[in-house]
């Protein structure tokens, strides 16, 4: 196979409007039909990230903050996982309509993944250095001896010790920090524009976890990457991230600068997640709690899906959805009150 | 302080490494726990943090009398735990529960809420007679803040916050005097983990009980403990409380671990002098030298790799710290 590039293209739309960014995720719904109903997974998500930037997609389990990244790969799986509206641009062509073969250019040299968990995520028969080579085999057209130098190479840059001598290992050979610098290195081979993360460090140790986010911040600066970092952890996102986007039943609840968000968050469930959390630097007496728990998602709260939950609930909030609305141009909140709570000292 | 209710001394647990398919032979050990002591005090909670293969899972195992120690003593209430005959170790057992981590699979899923936390009564019968078993579980669930009608349903039908109750209403059942925390809170969403905080918190006000609270989030740990530990490689590194160890820390282990958590506050990541470690932690099969830390420590000199530091008090350092240059430095408000 020769070389093919896809990144050549203008960044201009399908109909000749100048698509605004890297990568456009557009009111974004994706549904799970299963047997015990439809389970409304991603309700209208919409968000984007620019080269060079790092967009922290922020949510507990349930959230749908995974779900989005899987559809922005095209790894759902369907069934039971069904888009039924909306778009995903990357640099101005949808994703959702392109042609399987088209698509999977993209994958890996225009968007590359991280997943949480290395051990499930590499082959356990094959040696490292084989499946790292193995794309540039299949994406470059290069010989096996080329690509077991690129990928010593690699390794090489993720900060492996004795690279080379490694590309022999199996993944189980590797410790869970190692094997997720093989994780990035494997996501990095082919360049990709937009790397996203999805709970890089959650399987790791405290140490380790400050070693592997150091190392993505890194590259993201050296390659003016775009980056995408699903967490939960509020600790890991004040640390790396740029710009936050808060999600909660499959909707985006909130979306500020990060100094912005922490500094005054804007939406009660931001609030009250930031007022839960045990501080390091502050011993606390009782910590605020959420009462109750995350929606089922076969089974939405009417309104606001926060209503039940909210500190700040009146009537309108079990009547009325609460769109995402604008605060001072710069940040957004999806709460009937987000004008009150911008307001405050 | 109150009296010392749980000791522990020189609690060493190696567990052999074997290799052969039919003679086996042992060829090493992995010294899990090597030398570890600790005093619980009535009412107190004393956390326990370290990274992952410290040992601080086997040292709750041990203390649980699950695992058997290669040598070393536990002693509760001035008695040696280990050396007890059965009736007597069954009958001292009652006072120390344990509260485990994945909610998922410590509790079974083919019994009912009901059958799962009155359990403990089958086993010390006499602790609660057959005719109100039923209403002492229910009592049980009310305390933990779950409805008691739900004494019938399954594990299944309840959220990850509300099983871990189960199970915190499963160690209460013996009313017990020490419970033992494996990362109770680890496995659950943020929003979640704060409210079983709170209630083990609650419990500890209202039944006056003792915490050994191992975890490995720092935080979670600050918030609700008394005194701290920190392990690493099978040792206790550093002791005291938990200003001793978040303001005043002295193990340049420590420090490195207080300095690489993040910080929910972007405002503080100009001001946070971060320690980088370089590596990963050890095979405790096979150990450094002298300090367990020294193959990652930037403090470390000839002295490390010859002679093991001593867990006590320096003139450098006025708690217990296993370092030969305990200086004290906060990194958690740097800046």
Redesign the interface.
Known sequence: MSDIKVKTAPVLGVDGRSAGHLLEIDNLHVEFRTRDGIAKVINGVSYHVDAGETLAVLGESGSGKSVTAQTIMGILDTPPGFVTDGAIRFRGKDLLTMGKDERRLVRGEGIAMVFQDALSALNPVFTVGFQIAELFRKRRGMSRADGYKRAAELLDLVKIPAASARLRDFPHQFSGGMRQRVMIAMALALDPEVLIADEPTTALDVTVQAQIMDLLAEIRRDRNMGMILITHDLGVVADVADRIAVMYAGRIVEQADVHALYGKPCHPYTLALLDSLPRLDLKGQELNTIKGLPPNLLRIPSGCAFHPRCRMARDICSAERPALVELGGVRSSACHFAEELYGRE | MSEVILEVRDLVKHFPIRQGILFKRTIGQIKAVDGVSLDLHKGETLGIVG??GCGKSTLAKLLMNLEKPTSGEVRYQGRDVLRLNPADQRRLRRNIQLVMQDPYTSLNPRMTVGDIVGEPYEIHPDVAPKGERRRKVQELLDVVGLNPEHINRYPHQF?G??RQRIGIARALALKPEVIVCDEPVSAL???????V??LL?QLQNEFNLSYIFIA?????V???ADRVGVMYLGKMVEVGT??DI?IRPTHPYTQ???S??????????QRKA?I??EG??PSPANPPSGCRFRTRCWKAQEICATEPPLLQIRPTSGHPSACHFAQEKDV??AG
């Open positions: 990274e992952s959220s916050g509300q969403d943020v929003s979640i983990q704060a409210q905080m709170n918190d490995h989030d720092l935080s979670v600050r918030h609700i938990d200003d978040y490195a671990l207080l690489a958590v993040p910080v929910p506050d972007p405002t503080a990541r971060v980088r470690l990963d932690v958690v408000h």
